[in-house]
């Protein structure tokens, strides 16, 4: 080890000893911060990452190593030396890997001095640093293999350029071998096995930040085999021709021979290996969480995961494939058993196309596909089934990838977050497959139901539910097996448990009508250990009616089942210039609507009713407006029965007007902000500005030579609040994984302790110090006066509250207001004495299913509340123009929505899934001068670096005698 040691030292002190190393380092740095800054355009990409380093790092490390290497054999060979150092007391394998360590060490010299990029990204951003960490080890490990080929090559001849341009050539065969230009021309499964001996395929999946033993072994492997190259190369420079050492000669190289099949057997066999990897990012994105394993490991029947791929399809997509399947195949290893996988291609398949196609509705896709020659349309599969007894999701290309385009007008496809888009989907099949009976079956203690019914004093018109509600329970009775107990209360015969009973369930007595002093007592509970849930019940209620309230209140107290969102979105304002051509406003919501159907089952709810159905899970209420106060009451009601409520409650809201080129908001009428406010949290009529902001893209019109050219600009617009990392509750599960959020025209929050003691209040998102308020609907920047902003500066600068959750008992709104409902009827019964119609009867029916119960008056400590002072963070307008401005940033605002639904209905394990996603890590803003400043910093450190190292490397040589001059000898 010492010799060998001994010569890698001599080979460094060679390099250093002259400009060489020198020039060749410099000019890697050079190239690789030139592509880091200008052809990947990294301040125009806005993420803190530095995967355009390490794009560019195969073909640089080609020339790198090319010209590190010529010289280490070849000027041997041409100065006369070789044969002085054929005598010296050290082996060809000392020697071959001494100098192979010499270049890697100055390869990872020129590697280390790169590190001043990920430490400015670190600062002007959150940087994960798994990637970083793997995008080294695999350059390292690539380099390896560049270096034993180009000493390979360095042997074979006594020119140096000769030993440049085949080491170019042989290096980049290899690249090449998998690179998109020739698999593009190939099909799936050839395309494939190409990408595994392409050295810069396999680089591309180490320096995502996963070090997969596959890839690792597959750089050993290369050096290996060529590391043995080259000693049998030297070798055979000493051999003879004679017949003596013909058995020594064929020996040698036989060694040689099966040292490489060796390498090669293995590397096949390792290609069935997909699960020994270290996935180093900083939230494992590619590697299975414990939530998705418990998923599939306790399913009681198989779930099949299909995977439908064409062996032609687009070049983009193609390299994803590999990538899928084996996700696919880490979900059946997990399962234990419980998920089939499988591959199937239906253009060689009919069966497969025909059943894919009636049962699925899964057709191929034309893809536009460039050729060498010209374009074509190739129709591919690329979808993914998954199925559970007979309920079934079907993804494909759009539900699985993202494209981010890059500076050169090329574009990158990636996954998603493919484990949150087939975890979500095994969740949406498996709970909605659950029948009751499978909540029952998981029931470690039986459930009860408490039927609270007067005999005597019941109005007639409600005799029928008695009979309707026994019935019922006794059908959940017989599919429970003895899980659910039934016990029913007459209080008109049990007056003395009248006060157990209402300090237990919290009752009061009903009334028949509201202008009648006759109660009666007709409530419905569900008791599962100390906690009693009220199942709601009206007078018109059928068996099979009051059998699904029970059953929904069943699956709401059990895991496992697919949760309900109540969607309440303001109808169309369709203005009359509109209405007069008989066209539609644009859509403001739709693409929540398509989102949210993705996790659960979305209704729309209408609030006119004064009730919010018991099978929503999650109230979701989308810049309410125009309510009257039983749409509040309806709302306020649902919060006090323990429900969740997320309310994007702002006080202003985009004025769409196709017919104005002036950009407009309009105050909001008719909200919540007084409801809001008496819980505790004031949404002020003013909006927030902040310097902290997104740009808005305006057309730009200049005057080039007598020429008039149209060019968009990005204005610096305050009202869309850049809320970064540092205003957020990184404690809280809605933003722990988000690292930006753009609220757009937002009314600032204000709370008030008094009210919200008790609660658990989390400041979910808050705008930066330098913020101000702005009343008024004016919203269209001035340039003229105000170039910068675009509006006058603010004087009161502070940071401010944007949205809010809380979880804890609240009061009603209309715990000392009159009931709506008591109102409506008096309506209804004024105008029909008016009308001289209807009968007594009929109207105390009415009533009695109107007046369902009292006012609730304090929620339980299970409700929830979310509060956000923008509507339109997540209107389609907005986020069109989001996605002009910044590419796929708008997907943090949907994030922030998801996460939201997710807390309130405290699905937390996909919220824990999406939070491992990869996320958007934006970069700090920063001005052109800012830019420029780190873009030399980084060219400056690296130069001097070099610089530094190359007069020490000078200096030691000048002081040390060489170990040995083969001259001399």
């Known amino acids: 080890m010492n010799q060998t040691l001994s010569v890698t030292r001599k080979e460094l002190k060679a390099y250093f000893g002259s400009p060489m190393a020198a020039l060749f380092i410099g000019a890697f740095l050079i190239a690789a911060l030139f592509s880091f800054f200008w052809l990947e355009t990294f301040f125009a990409r806005n993420t803190a990452d530095i995967r355009p380093l390490f794009r560019w790092m195969p073909i640089l490390m080609i020339f790198l190593v090319g010209a590190l ?34 270049v890697l060490a100055l390869v990872a010299i020129a590697l280390a001095l790169t590190l001043g990029l990920p430490i400015t990204v670190s600062m002007l951003g959150n940087l994960d640093w798994g990637p970083v960490i793997g995008g080294y080890v695999g350059a390292l490990l690539m380099a390896s293999a560049y270096i034993s080929i180009g000493l390979f090559i360095s042997s074979r001849t006594d020119n140096q350029i000769v030993a440049l341009i085949l080491s170019v050539l042989v290096i980049g065969f290899f690249y090449i071998l998998g690179s998109t230009g020739i698999t593009n021309f190939m099909n799936n499964e050839t395309a494939e096995f190409f990408r595994a001996l392409g050295t810069g395929s396999r680089f591309t999946s180490i320096e995502r930040g996963v070090l997969d033993l596959r890839d690792v072994f597959y750089y050993i492997s290369l050096t290996i085999a060529f590391l043995s190259f080259n000693i049998l190369s030297l070798d055979s420079k000493r051999w003879s021709r004679g017949a003596n050492t013909r058995s020594y000669r064929r020996g040698r190289r036989i060694a040689v021979i099966l040292i490489t099949l060796n390498l090669l057997a293995a590397n096949i066999w390792l290609n069935k290996v997909n699960n020994a990897r270290l996935d180093l990012t900083e939230n494992h994105e590619y590697s299975l969480s414990n939530t998705t394993k418990d998923l599939i490991s306790n399913l009681p029947n198989p779930l099949i995961m299909r995977g ?37 291609d239906p253009k060689y398949n009919e069966k497969m196309a025909a059943e894919a196609d009636q049962e699925y509705g899964i057709k191929p896709v034309p893809f536009q596909v460039e050729g060498r020659y010209g374009s074509s349309v190739v129709n591919s599969y690329f979808n993914i089934l998954i199925k559970y007894g007979d309920q079934h999701v079907v993804l494909g290309f759009n539900d699985l990838i993202e494209i981010q385009r890059r500076g050169d007008g090329r574009v990158d496809v990636r996954l998603r977050n493919l484990e949150y888009d087939l975890t979500k989907s095994i969740k949406k099949v498996v ?47 017989k599919e429970s097996d003895g899980k659910l107990k039934f016990v029913i209360i007459d209080p008109d015969t049990e007056v003395d448990r009248l006060p157990e009973l209402e300090k237990k369930f919290k009752i009061t007595p009903m009334k028949t009508s509201f202008f009648s002093n006759d109660t009666f007592f007709l409530y419905l509970f569900l008791t599962n250990g100390a906690e009693n849930k009220r199942i709601f019940l009206t007078s018109d209620m059928s068996q099979a009616e009051i059998k699904k309230e029970i059953g929904a209140a069943l699956k709401r107290n059990s895991a496992g089942f697919l949760k309900t969102i109540g969607l309440w979105i303001p109808p169309a304002n369709v203005p009359p210039q509109m209405a007069m051509l008989r066209r539609q406003p644009p859509a403001q919501y739709r693409m929540i609507q398509q989102m949210l159907p993705q ?48 309310a994007l409650a702002g006080n202003y809201l985009l004025n769409i007007n196709p017919y104005s080129k002036i ?98 209040v989390v400041r979910l998102l808050s705008s930066s110090p330098h ?18 902003l675009g509006f006058a500066p603010g004087a009161d600068m502070k940071s401010e509250l944007l949205a809010v959750s809380e979880q804890g008992s609240f009061k009603s709104y209309f715990a000392n207001r009159p009931d709506p409902r008591k109102l409506a009827a008096e309506k209804r019964a004024k105008a029909a004495e008016a009308a001289k119609k209807g009968k007594t009867a009929k109207n105390d029916k009415a009533e009695i299913s109107l007046s369902s119960g009292p006012v609730l008056k304090e929620s339980s400590a299970s409700a929830r509340l979310v509060v956000v002072g923008s509507a339109d963070f997540i209107n389609d307008t907005v986020l069109q123009i989001s996605r002009s401005v910044s590419q796929d940033r708008f997907l943090n605002n949907l994030s922030f929505l998801q996460n939201s639904v997710d807390w309130a209905v405290e699905d937390e394990d996909l919220l824990n899934i999406r939070s491992r996603g990869d996320q958007a890590r934006l970069l700090i803003p920063l001005t052109h001068a800012q830019q420029i400043f780190w873009e030399w910093l980084n060219y400056a450190i690296a130069l001097l670096a070099l610089l530094i190292i190359s007069i020490y490397g000078g200096l030691r040589r000048r002081k040390e005698k060489p170990m040995f001059s083969p001259r001399r000898a």
């Open 663 to 760: 950009l407009q908001v309009k105050k909001v009428r008719g909200g919540l902000d007084k409801m809001l406010a008496y819980y505790g949290i004031k949404v002020k009529n003013s909006m927030v500005m902040d310097e902290q902001n997104e740009p808005f893209p305006i057309p730009i019109t200049r005057n080039l030579g007598g020429f008039e050219v149209q060019e968009i600009q990005k204005l610096s617009y305050p009202f869309f609040v850049d809320v970064r990392a540092s205003g957020m509750d990184k404690s809280s599960p809605i933003t722990a994984s988000l690292t930006a959020v753009t609220m757009n025209w937002v009314s600032p929050l204000v709370l008030d302790k008094a009210k919200s003691k008790g609660r658990k």
């Open 308 to 344: 439908y791929f064409s062996a032609k399809t687009h070049p983009l997509l193609s390299p994803l494939v590999p990538r899928i399947k084996d996700m696919l195949r880490e979900y059946a290893i997990a399962s234990k058993g419980h998920v089939q996988v499988s591959f199937v």
């Open 431 to 477: 709970y909605g497959f659950q029948s009751l009976g499978d909540v029952f079956a998981r029931l470690k203690k039986p459930m009860t139901l408490t039927a609270i019914i007067s005999g005597k004093s019941l109005p007639a018109a409600l005799h029928g539910m008695t009979a309707n509600i026994k019935k019922a329970v006794s059908e959940l009775m």
């Open 599 to 646: 996790n659960y089952n979305v209704e729309r709810v209408d609030l006119k009713k004064g009730r919010v159905s018991d099978d929503v899970d999650v109230l979701l209420l989308v810049a309410p407006q125009k309510l009257n106060d039983m749409q509040r009451f309806a709302i306020d009601q649902y919060l006090m029965r323990g429900g969740a409520v997320v």
């Open 69 to 102: 290497t010529m010289r280490q054999w070849s000027e041997e060979q041409r100065s006369g030396t070789m044969e002085v150092l054929m005598t010296l007391p050290v082996s060809l394998r000392q020697l071959v890997v001494g100098k192979f360590l010499a």
């Open 771 to 788: 913020s101000w308020l702005k009343s008024g609907t004016d919203v269209q920047p001035d340039l003229r006066r105000y170039p910068k």
